[in-house]
């Protein structure tokens, strides 16, 4: 029984206590001991609840996490917790670990439900608490709310304590067992973690989304996805602190599975340094942010980590094991911030990806413009100021050149995932100066690109792009993980983007636009296709270089002799490189109807 409890049971009204001391048929000893007894609980527990703001804590387990819940007395603004865990009971914080920290009063309030969590200058919501039990009873906004993540192999029962830290800093570590610590252990619950279904009704069935293509679609920067229908709790490598809450969107449709993640977290203090951020729901260019991103003053001490990667691969390995989509046709897409993150993150998984659309993306993360460059945009998460060449990220590499597409697709030995990529030459938002040695970069590499420019601005690129290329977002379903495909490069058709500068090059253009193939035969002793070549208006023939990218079965190996032939001509001798790859250059397609392409092995 709780402290409060026994104080609300055993709190009889004073004058009561005076009648009793003064009744005729006890005597006045017992009576005036059972008024000390009273008094002294009655101080006892009043005392316990003045020391910790933390009351009722309690513990419930599931799939592989345990949820604390509190109530919590009022405290100063700026007030926070810290959660602590142990497998032995707890009277004192020194054999137990801290797991949670710097958390907000009233964690149990459900933030994403109040509009001024994303926006600044906007009437806040009425609080309502986080649902975590599906067509259950939400939690009272008022209370506390920290969410344990069990670490895999761990056994046995677990003991917690919430304290509380003043607006300055200065913890109370002050431990009153069955208030702000637990007194009975919660087992180790079994499982891995599951998200919680917030609409109303059941959730979709296992295997929902059964042999449908998945596609992953990022939002841009100040949106969210509306009416969500998955909450789950992260471990400490998805948030600057465990146990941080996030949303995601799982929706089966006639032709896919469309997963929405959202590039949201909590910092607990509003983002004031970010110009058009200020709200305590911050954005991260789907990349992540400062491990100390919660004090700013403490930012410079902080390491930027890939915390918004990790949420995202946890999201797509869940959806892939409930909804069962076909594990070869997996897809990324997004626009503006979406298309930034579907080139920082998607091109980085091509084990997952078979294709990738990015619509007015950042390519690269630089200061090439000076201070307003693309770089610049990682800043108010990542960093205290202007980016140097020696911030380091989490996994040890410079920021600046693990967020640059150029250096990362030098660098890659894997077969990428194919890239179509609209921008605008003017786009204030993206600096176009980037572009063209990306698309340089990839077509250095021999890996697929399909790119096109206009002279719209961030809000306009594209509107008027040819309809061929419009198609190119559907056109990504061309590709599949366990089927082979053909990179194109130095093609003869391509239009010239310039060095960068905005008067520079071609004012509407397009990298390998029109190029497709069909027809591939990949056996171990012969690979075939036939590539064409189509647009309104293209003049023939068009030349170009074709690389062979995830192929299956026909793999000759490092620097083997090959012949190639092309429709009717005699073969021709060409040679795989160092690492096994077959590039046929030279391609001439002289016609809507394409060239077939035949491969096999040389005679010895």
Same mark, same amino acid.
């Given at each position: ?16 206590l005076?009648?009793?001391? !003064?009744? /005729?048929?006890?005597?006045?000893v017992?009576k ?7 008094? #002294? ?9 003045? #020391? ?9 387990g599931?799939?592989?996490q ?16 810290n959660?602590? #865990? ?40 009425a ?32 003991f ?16 009153v ?7 009975v ?17 059941? =959730?979709?069935?296992? &295997?929902a ?44 449709? #006639? ?18 340094e970010?110009?058009d ?7 991260? @260019? ?10 700013r ?14 949420r ?19 897809y !990324?897409s ?5 298309? !930034?993150?579907t ?7 091509p084990?997952? @990806?078979?294709?990738l ?5 950042i ?7 000076g201070? =307003? ?8 998460s ?5 980016? %140097? ?6 996994d ?11 250096l ?6 894997a077969?990428?995932?194919p890239? @179509?990529?609209? $921008? ?15 698309y340089r ?12 420019w206009? %002279?719209?601005?961030?809000?306009t690129?594209?509107?008027?792009? /040819?309809?061929?290329?419009k198609?190119?977002l ?7 993980l366990?089927?082979? @495909?053909?990179?194109?490069a130095?093609?003869?058709? $391509? ?7 905005p ?5 509407? &253009? ?11 035969v990949d ?21 170009t270089d074709?690389?062979?990218r995830?192929v ?12 190639a ?21 030279g ?8 060239v ?5 092995r040389?005679?010895?």
């Amino acid at each position: 029984m709780s402290v409060k409890r026994r104080v609300e049971i055993f709190r009889p009204p004073v004058s009561s206590l005076w009648s009793q001391a !003064c009744s /005729p048929s006890v005597s006045s000893v017992v009576k005036f001991l059972r008024i000390i007894f009273l008094l #002294a609980l009655l101080t006892t527990g009043a005392n316990a609840l003045a #020391a910790t703001p933390v009351g009722g804590l309690s513990a419930a387990g599931r799939n592989g996490q345990i949820f604390l819940t509190w109530r919590e007395a009022p405290t100063p603004p700026g007030t926070t917790f810290n959660v602590y #865990a142990s497998q032995a009971p707890l009277d004192q914080l020194a054999a137990a670990r801290q797991v949670g920290h710097h958390l907000e009063q009233h964690s149990a309030r459900d933030w994403w439900e109040d509009p001024a969590s994303f926006k600044k200058d906007v009437p806040a919501g009425a609080p309502v608490g986080f649902l975590l039990e599906s067509n259950g009873a939400r939690l009272d906004p008022a209370g506390g709310l920290f969410v344990y993540t069990v670490p895999a192999g761990a056994a046995g029962d677990w003991f917690f304590a919430v304290t509380s830290s003043d607006p300055d800093g200065r913890e109370d570590r002050t431990i009153v067992p069955g208030e702000n610590a637990t007194q009975v252990g919660t087992p180790t619950p079994g499982g891995a973690p599951q998200p919680i279904w917030q609409r109303p009704g059941p =959730r979709p069935a296992p &295997g929902a989304g059964q042999g449908k293509p998945l596609r992953m679609s990022l939002h841009a920067k100040g949106g969210i996805v509306h009416d969500m229908e998955y909450l789950a709790f992260g471990d400490e490598t998805m948030g600057w602190r465990a146990g941080l809450p996030f949303k995601f969107s799982v929706r089966v449709q #006639a032709d896919e599975v469309l997963v929405q993640p959202t590039d949201r977290v909590w910092i607990n203090r509003p983002h004031d340094e970010a110009a058009d951020g200020g709200t305590p729901a911050i954005w991260t @260019f789907w990349y992540g942010y400062n491990s100390k991103i919660y004090d700013r003053a403490a930012m410079g001490s902080g390491v930027p980590t890939n915390y918004t990667e990790c949420r995202n691969l946890w999201i797509l390995d869940w959806v892939s094991g409930f909804y069962r989509p076909d594990r070869n046709r997996w897809y !990324c897409s997004g626009s503006s911030m979406g298309g !930034c993150g579907t080139i920082s993150f998607g091109w980085r998984h091509p084990e997952l @990806f078979a294709a990738l659309h990015a619509h007015v993306p950042i390519v690269s993360y630089t200061y090439v413009n000076g201070p =307003r460059g693309s770089g610049s945009r990682l800043e108010p998460s990542c960093w205290t100021g202007p980016i %140097s060449p020696e911030v380091r990220a989490s996994d040890g590499a410079p920021l600046l050149d693990r967020m640059n597409g150029v250096l990362y697709v030098r660098a890659a030995t894997a077969d990428l995932p194919p890239l @179509f990529l609209v $921008n605008g030459r003017p786009d204030a938002s993206i600096p176009w100066m980037n572009n063209p040695p990306f698309y340089r970069a990839v077509n250095d590499a021999r890996q697929a690109l399909g790119a096109y420019w206009d %002279s719209g601005d961030h809000a306009t690129c594209g509107k008027e792009a /040819p309809a061929d290329v419009k198609d190119w977002l559907k056109g990504l379903r061309r590709y599949r993980l366990d089927e082979s @495909f053909p990179a194109f490069a130095n093609t003869s058709s $391509n239009r010239n983007p310039g060095q960068g500068r905005p008067d520079d090059g071609d004012p509407i &253009g397009w990298i390998n636009r029109g190029l497709d193939w069909r027809d591939i035969v990949d056996t171990e002793d012969e690979y075939g296709l036939t590539v064409v070549a189509d647009y309104p208006g293209l003049e023939y023939p068009v030349r170009t270089d074709v690389t062979l990218r995830r192929v299956q079965r026909f793999k000759p190996g490092p620097m083997a002799r090959l012949q190639a032939q092309l429709g009717d001509s005699p073969p021709v001798s060409i040679e795989t490189d160092s690492a096994g790859r077959i590039t046929i250059p030279g391609v001439a397609i002289p016609s809507p109807a394409g060239v077939r392409i035949k491969l096999t092995r040389a005679a010895r």
